[in-house]
């Protein structure tokens, strides 16, 4: 682990002996480190066993995010995965302190912005991932064709093939599919979306300002985004309130949250078992009856 570390270090032209390597908390999916060279500071990502261009995905998501403005950790080298070693990915190190909330309404701008970075087609032209799902990004000029086919109707195959989708289940997400273009009911613009905005996937530098992480993007409904922000235990009113003072939502949006909920209430359901079921029932019973 630390020799494919190193490697990666010296791979961005930093030869300098490292003083630390310590695991710090970064998720379930990879092995996370903080690492402090004779020059520098690093964050890296160890996986050894999602797919070969997992951490390509997030890189160019974390591109795309910085090269529209948005603050994120600055992606530096991946290291492929070699006989016996993990993949690495070596990032900027964002030292951060726990949330104080006294940065949420730069967070609620920070999002504000990034969803006021407009596209003409929806989706994105490479694919990425979900947690460690496949996410689908096929471009379409239509939102309620792509959200149907490429997001419900991807993740409902793949709990089909998982066998954790029982056939009541599967046929109301039939139903409610069939339906989508009635119950979303509007046109939305195509905004870049992080995709993946739980209260997680954020964290407050030492500096007081935002970053976001871990990113899954495309562009879509920025509803979407919004409607993650309010699962697990969602945002601060100070987020809210500034996001929209900042890019009002458009009337409906309490209406359709929980239609974008049940993506990712299903892909959690598919990542970690039934005790995401009960709320995917009412979703869908809301919806269906």
């Avoid at 970064?26 to 690093?42: A, C, L, M, P, W």
């Avoid at 990502?45 to 261009?53: G, T």
């Avoid at 009911?185 to 954020?202: A, K, V, Y």
């Avoid at 601060?236 to 949250?257: C, H, I, V």
Wanted: aromatic share 12%; glycine share 8%.
């Amino acid at each position: 682990m630390k020799s494919a570390i190193e490697e990666a270090v010296k791979a961005t032209g930093d030869v300098t002996p490292i003083d630390k390597c310590e695991a710090v908390s970064g998720g379930s999916i990879n092995d996370t480190f903080y690492i402090k060279t004779g020059s520098q500071e690093y964050f890296a990502k160890l996986n050894r066993s999602a797919p070969e261009d997992f951490f390509d995905a997030e890189e160019k998501g974390l591109r795309l995010l910085e090269q529209n403005g948005i603050r994120v950790p600055k992606p530096l080298i991946i290291l492929p995965r070699r006989e016996q070693t993990e993949m690495v990915f070596l990032m900027e190190w964002i030292p951060s302190v726990p949330s104080s909330g006294k940065v949420d309404r730069a967070l609620g701008s920070l999002v504000a912005e990034m969803h006021q970075k407009k596209a003409s087609s929806v989706g994105l032209a490479e694919s990425n991932y979900i947690g460690e799902l496949h996410q689908s990004n096929h471009e379409e000029r239509d939102w309620v064709s792509f959200f149907r086919d490429h997001r419900l109707g991807a993740i409902q195959k793949i709990a089909v093939e998982k066998g954790i989708l029982s056939q009541e289940r599967n046929n109301q997400l039939d139903k409610l599919k069939d339906n989508l273009s009635s119950l979303l009911g509007h046109n939305p613009d195509i905004s870049l979306l992080h995709g993946d905005l739980w209260g997680g996937n954020w964290l407050e530098s030492e500096n007081g300002k935002p970053y976001l992480i871990d990113p899954a993007v495309y562009y879509g409904d920025r509803e979407v985004d919004i409607a993650f922000t309010y699962l697990f235990g969602g945002y601060s009113t100070d987020f809210y309130a500034q996001y929209k003072a900042d890019y009002p939502l458009r009337n409906g949006w309490k209406e359709r949250m929980p239609i974008y909920q049940l993506y990712y209430l299903l892909v959690h359901l598919v990542l970690f078992g039934e005790s995401y079921g009960s709320a995917v029932d009412r979703i869908l019973k809301r919806y269906t009856t």
